[in-house]
């Protein structure tokens, strides 16, 4: 089966950085395109990037935009989230997601495949 195992959550201040790391196993990663999403309490699970298959492509919503950046590793079957000049309003659980459609997607129901979190905690 495959399983995505996510890594580098913590606490930071206001203006810090974090990397986020995604270990995928099984399937292999190049098959799959992938995303980092979030989600804070009592509120929908929000994209923040999306990198195609050979990482040629990405996707980032305003709300990040010049602040975070996805990369991957296909040799290393691993997925990377860079968050710089972090905010308090980026304080959530992240998510690392898999997908095997052929068409970009930025609906959580098109992603098959889930990491269980790790928590992002931005302090002023």
């Known amino acids: 089966q495959v399983q995505l195992v996510e890594s580098g959550g913590g606490l930071v201040q206001t203006g810090g950085s974090l990397r986020l790391s995604c270990a995928v196993s099984g399937r292999t990663f190049s098959t799959y395109a992938m995303g980092w999403w979030r989600q804070a309490p009592g509120k929908e699970r929000e994209i923040v990037a999306h990198?195609?298959?050979?990482?040629?492509?990405?996707y980032y919503p305003t709300s990040v935009k010049g602040r975070f950046t996805i990369s991957r590793d296909n040799a290393k079957n691993t997925l990377y989230l860079q968050m710089n000049s972090l905010k308090p309003e980026d304080t959530a659980v992240y998510y690392c997601a898999a997908t095997t459609r052929s068409s970009p997607t930025y609906n959580p129901s098109g992603y098959n495949y889930w990491g269980q979190g790790t928590q992002v905690t931005v302090s002023s």
């Open positions: 990198i195609s298959r050979n990482g040629g492509t990405t």
